[in-house]
């Protein structure tokens, strides 16, 4: 008996030591330019998340057996599976305000605090509670109003505030096309860092209808659409918090998640969740725009991760965005023809854009929207005259 535990044993084991040792290896950045075999390899071997989600789809039941079952090796899963990036003290940082319901945090007004990751820049927020200039509650005449959700790409971290893409790019399409007219545009920014796809709903449904804006623009970002999805449902479960929404409650329920889960099983369990999600709190937002006469806008929006791990990343999300008919706009190839994609992120661990990322992001987006009809009526109104 003891022989054939230890025959399916150990080689999982094995696997597990080997996948956690090259993870831990510290990840190059290779020159685009060179195209040999050995330098192809070597980027591919050391790329974030390798085929994480083809893997993910694969074995998702077989690691939430394994990580559930009697047997396992004890020392092993508390290395890679330990709760504590579900708990209270590792969500709060300096800049959130810890809520205790389904948001479970948010940004506290009028916030002038130094942002722990950057600290040359501040965590800097309006009498709303959104990272972003002073708005009125009530939308002004002649006003075209754009709702900004998403996590902290779009909220600007890593970069002064004022400099992230969303301002520059409001200011841009004010100047040129809505003050000639005699209109303005508002893009108010919900943005907040950490959140996920399950909080961006919860933001669209209930903070966003207030300010009456005319669109809804949904950043995606890897935080949303990837691996670690479902670390916000994760964290309501393991404190116990109501997950509010009844596509949720069945979720638990069907994925069997439980407060004493591990982290490592939690992951296991919603892997298969991931596209259902999606599609539920995509058809939420569109949806509830809807019912305020508004319309919705994805953008696919890139970090400073390799443009093949980004494309691994959004594996089936365009196809689902189209399934709901949902239109977007595609940046993610947005730093795929930089020389040196290291000079437009916060640095060699930290992906997020700095100031020059944001530019190179705004400088695509106001590109995007110009060139298509579309995107220009979402963003600008449908009374706008396309300058094309």
Same mark, same amino acid.
């Given at each position: 008996?003891?022989?054939?535990?230890?025959?399916?044993?150990?080689?999982?084991?094995?696997?597990?030591?080997?996948?956690?040792?090259?993870?831990?290896?510290?990840?190059?950045?290779?020159?685009?330019?060179?195209?040999?075999?050995?330098?192809?390899?070597?980027?591919?071997?050391?790329?974030?998340?390798?085929?994480?989600?083809?893997?993910?789809?694969?074995?998702?039941?077989?690691?939430?057996?394994?990580?559930?079952?009697?047997?396992?090796?004890?020392?092993?899963?508390?290395?890679?599976?330990?709760?504590?990036?579900?708990?209270?003290?590792?969500?709060?940082?300096?800049?959130?305000?810890?809520?205790?319901?389904?948001?479970?945090?948010?940004?506290?007004?009028?916030?002038?605090? =130094?942002?722990?990751?950057?600290?040359?820049?501040?965590?800097?927020?309006?009498?709303?509670?959104?990272?972003?200039?002073?708005?009125?509650?009530?939308?002004?005449?002649?006003?075209?109003?754009?709702?900004?959700?998403?996590?902290?790409?779009? @909220?600007?971290?890593?970069?002064?505030?004022?400099?992230?893409?969303?301002?520059?790019?409001?200011? @841009?399409?004010?100047?040129?096309?809505?003050?000639?007219?005699?209109? =303005?545009?508002?893009?108010?920014?919900?943005?907040?860092?950490?959140?996920?796809?399950?909080?961006?709903?919860?933001?669209?449904?209930?903070?966003?209808?207030?300010?009456?804006?005319?669109?809804?623009?949904?950043?995606?970002?890897?935080?949303?659409?990837?691996?670690?999805?479902?670390?916000?449902?994760?964290?309501?479960?393991?404190?116990?918090?109501?997950?509010?929404?009844?596509?949720?409650?069945?979720?638990?329920?069907?994925?069997?998640?439980?407060?004493?889960?591990?982290?490592?099983?939690?992951?296991?369990?919603?892997?298969?969740? =991931?596209?259902?999600?999606?599609?539920?709190?995509?058809?939420?937002?569109?949806?509830?725009?809807?019912?305020?006469?508004?319309?919705?806008?994805?953008?696919?929006?890139?970090?400073?991760?390799?443009?093949?791990?980004?494309?691994?990343?959004?594996?089936?999300?365009?196809?689902?965005?189209?399934?709901?008919?949902?239109?977007?706009?595609?940046?993610?190839?947005?730093?795929?023809?930089?020389?040196?994609?290291?000079?437009?992120?916060?640095?060699?661990?930290?992906?997020?854009?700095?100031?020059?990322?944001? =530019?190179?992001?705004?400088?695509?987006?106001?590109?995007?929207?110009?060139?298509?009809?579309?995107?220009?009526?979402?963003?600008?109104?449908?009374?706008?005259?396309?300058?094309?």
């Amino acid at each position: 008996m003891r022989g054939s535990v230890w025959r399916v044993t150990l080689p999982t084991v094995a696997l597990i030591v080997l996948l956690t040792g090259l993870a831990l290896l510290p990840v190059p950045v290779y020159s685009r330019a060179d195209t040999s075999v050995s330098n192809k390899l070597l980027r591919t071997l050391h790329k974030d998340e390798l085929n994480r989600e083809a893997r993910e789809r694969q074995t998702a039941g077989y690691y939430e057996g394994l990580l559930n079952e009697g047997s396992r090796v004890s020392g092993m899963n508390a290395l890679i599976t330990g709760n504590e990036r579900f708990t209270a003290e590792f969500w709060m940082r300096p800049g959130r305000r810890h809520r205790g319901d389904f948001l479970y945090w948010d940004m506290p007004p009028n916030l002038n605090a =130094r942002d722990p990751d950057n600290p040359r820049f501040d965590h800097m927020t309006n009498s709303h509670g959104l990272a972003d200039q002073e708005y009125t509650i009530e939308k002004p005449p002649n006003t075209w109003r754009v709702a900004l959700l998403g996590d902290s790409i779009t @909220r600007g971290q890593g970069a002064p505030f004022g400099t992230n893409y969303e301002f520059l790019l409001e200011a @841009r399409l004010n100047a040129d096309l809505f003050e000639p007219a005699g209109r =303005r545009l508002e893009i108010l920014n919900f943005a907040v860092g950490g959140y996920r796809i399950t909080q961006l709903v919860d933001v669209a449904l209930e903070r966003v209808p207030g300010f009456s804006p005319d669109v809804y623009v949904v950043p995606l970002s890897e935080l949303s659409v990837f691996r670690k999805w479902g670390e916000h449902l994760a964290t309501l479960v393991q404190n116990g918090i109501d997950v509010k929404y009844d596509y949720l409650r069945r979720l638990v329920r069907d994925a069997g998640l439980r407060p004493s889960d591990p982290a490592g099983t939690i992951d296991a369990k919603l892997a298969r969740f =991931r596209t259902p999600t999606l599609r539920w709190a995509l058809g939420e937002i569109k949806t509830g725009a809807a019912r305020n006469d508004a319309e919705v806008v994805v953008i696919l929006l890139a970090n400073g991760n390799d443009p093949e791990t980004l494309e691994e990343q959004f594996v089936g999300v365009r196809e689902l965005l189209r399934e709901l008919d949902i239109p977007y706009i595609d940046l993610l190839d947005a730093f795929a023809d930089v020389d040196d994609p290291r000079q437009y992120r916060v640095g060699d661990e930290n992906t997020h854009p700095n100031e020059l990322g944001h =530019r190179h992001l705004y400088e695509r987006l106001h590109a995007q929207i110009l060139k298509n009809r579309e995107h220009f009526a979402l963003f600008c109104g449908p009374d706008a005259k396309w300058p094309q």
